[in-house]
């Protein structure tokens, strides 16, 4: 079992940045792959990033692509998402997950997930 908590969300204005972090309690944490989806009010939940269980290696869906950065601290069982440049587009609920079959882009292939942290994006 493993629990996931986020915080770090908040409203800022389109062009600021925000991090949002994840801690992580439970069963070994560097064993786990952790994504980041989120979901905007009447939308389905999507991927936004994911991290290796090492942390060596990244993938990012497009539309953050140059703008987002995931990072994770093994050692401190959080992993982080520092976003840039947002833009009102951004603003939903954004939820950390953990995956013990490695990253993936789809909800199904994570076991657990955190409660959310609402991220809003003025214009």
């Known amino acids: 079992q493993v629990q996931l908590v986020e915080s770090g969300g908040g409203l800022v204005q389109a062009g600021g940045s925000l991090r949002l972090s994840c801690a992580a309690s439970?069963?070994?944490?560097?064993?786990?792959?952790m994504g980041w989806f989120r979901q905007a009010p009447g939308k389905e939940r999507e991927f936004v990033g994911s991290i290796s269980e090492s942390g060596g290696s990244t993938y990012y869906t497009d539309s953050v692509k140059g703008r987002f950065t995931i990072s994770r601290d093994n050692a401190k069982n959080t992993v982080h998402l520092q976003m840039n440049s947002l833009k009102p587009e951004d603003t939903a609920v954004y939820y950390c997950?953990?995956?013990?079959?490695?990253?993936?882009?789809?909800?199904?292939?994570?076991?657990?997930w955190g409660q959310g942290t609402q991220v809003t994006v003025s214009s």
């Open positions: 439970g069963r070994a944490f560097s064993s786990y792959a």
């Open positions: 997950a953990a995956s013990s079959y490695g990253s993936s882009r789809y909800r199904h292939g994570y076991s657990y």
